[in-house]
């Protein structure tokens, strides 16, 4: 999504030149970029809709302030919406991640081939083992197509590695909620 968004934020800049002003007029077309980009993302119609509401508001009458275009002034409000969108603007505690529970504390990743659960998983267990110095256990549930070998290989495993142990292997035939019941419970054994 963030890659999408950045190509198309890449054309606005291009699309508005030569203003000293962001304008109802100048922005129609940038506007309709990142809700297209936004839409593309699966990102719901009511949040596409606040959002977009949320930055003509902030956008329109904006002075363009020294070297900057008007693209660039309107990517400069996309990425303080979006900022604050994600919970960018609440205060540290309600943005930090809660681990205050009975062990294991489960996190769940779920998105469509390609968008990144891998490489998110990865860093989150990096996050997790350094700053928290919490053990960390990835499992991959993809029981249709045995791509949580392809998992297993991605993130590595052993005594100096991030992952205590990674990527479960699940038979192909189970479904995802028994993955998942088998790997809490080899969870709550080895860390609880």
């Known amino acids: 999504m963030l890659d999408q968004l950045t190509d198309r934020l890449a054309r606005i800049v291009k699309q508005v030149r030569g203003q000293a002003r962001l304008t109802e007029a100048n922005m129609q077309e940038a506007l309709r970029e990142v809700r297209l980009a936004l839409l593309e993302a699966d990102v719901a119609l009511p949040v596409v809709r606040d959002f977009i509401a949320r930055v003509r508001e902030s956008a329109v009458g904006e002075d363009v302030i020294g070297s900057l275009t008007p693209g ?34 489960i996190i769940l990743l779920a998105g469509l081939q390609g968008s990144g659960k891998t490489t998110t998983t990865g860093k ?3 996050w997790l083992s350094i700053e928290r110095r919490k053990k960390v256990l990835a499992v991959s549930t993809d029981v249709s197509t045995g791509s949580h070998r392809a998992t297993a290989n991605r993130l590595p495993a052993g005594p100096n590695r991030v992952f205590s142990h990674a990527a479960a292997k699940s038979p ?19 860390f609880g």
Do not use: F, I, N
């Not at 990425?79 to 009975?102: C, F, I, N, S, Y």
């Not at 192909?172 to 080895?190: E, H, K, Q, T």
């Open 124 to 126: 989150l267990g990096r």
């Open 72 to 105: 660039q002034a309107l990517v400069g409000v996309v990425h303080r919406e979006l900022v604050r969108l994600m919970g960018g603007d609440l205060p540290q505690k309600q943005r930090d991640l809660d681990l205050a529970t009975q062990p294991p504390a």
């Open 172 to 190: 192909c035939g189970d479904r995802p909620g028994g993955a998942c019941a088998r790997a809490s419970s080899s969870a709550r054994r080895r």
